[in-house]
């Protein structure tokens, strides 16, 4: 089992939709959950963090936490082909330094 | 500078050729990592410094990979007698608050 698990996609939606990505960690110990954008060819960028169970909104984002279940999500509203790009979680580890990337989710925003 | 910078950006190396692969932290960044990424995974870490300390080399594959950052600043990633399976973009962040990296552009290693 690895340590992050995302659905690799792609998962394609229609411009002004919602896109949904899933991911799941094994880590009991994480605190600290992140979201990173990685455009074709380019770095990872960091768009999302979250700490606590539940919902946090940024912008057009949605991060929801759920560690009992070890579920962390995130949400795209209004999704733009500029959104299209694959999408890294990444759970902080019990140090909370150290970041174990999933293998990311590829969205593909058609207009 | 602004951002993380890395050199060279781009290094193609003959199988068993030793490299070098440079990486400028955003100033003042305590924290310094190394991932490594192949083409359509995500990125597995390689190691982590704490100013010049490396606290964890867990993720470096051989005793072919090895990295030092001197000075706390500066790191330097180097690999040596390269193989065909090292081909991969070598990534290098920064990171003030935990968790939040701040990624170079990479340096994409192809090995022949």
């Known amino acids: 089992q690895k340590e992050v698990e995302q659905n690799s996609g792609p998962l394609s939606v229609p411009e002004g939709a919602i896109a949904s990505l899933n991911c799941t960690y094994s880590d009991r110990g994480s605190q600290s959950f992140f979201w990173y954008r990685q455009y074709s060819g380019k770095s990872p960028e960091l768009i999302m963090s979250i700490y606590s169970n539940g919902d946090k909104e940024d912008g057009r984002f949605t991060a929801q936490l759920n560690k009992a279940s070890q579920y962390v999500s995130l949400l795209i509203r209004d999704s733009q082909p500029s959104d299209s790009a694959t999408y890294l979680c990444a759970p902080g580890g019990a140090a909370g330094n150290k970041l174990t990337f999933g293998g990311g989710t590829r969205v593909l925003v058609k207009p | 500078g602004a951002g993380v910078s890395q050199s060279p950006r781009y290094k193609v190396a003959k199988r068993g050729q030793d490299v070098a692969l440079r990486c400028d932290p955003i100033?003042?960044?305590?924290?310094l990592f190394w991932y490594q990424q192949a083409l359509g995974q995500g990125p597995e870490f390689l190691t982590y410094?704490?100013?010049?300390?490396?606290?964890?080399k867990s993720g470096l594959p051989s005793d072919r990979f090895f990295a030092e950052r001197p000075e706390g600043s500066v790191s330097t990633l180097k690999i040596q007698r390269t193989q065909q399976e090292d081909s991969a973009v070598y990534l290098c962040?920064?990171?003030?608050?935990?968790?939040?990296?701040?990624f170079g552009e990479g340096s994409r290693l192809t090995v022949l």
């Open positions: 410094f704490q100013n010049e300390a490396q606290l964890d």
């Open positions: 962040a920064s990171s003030s608050p935990p968790g939040e990296l701040f």
């Open positions: 100033s003042g960044h305590v924290s």
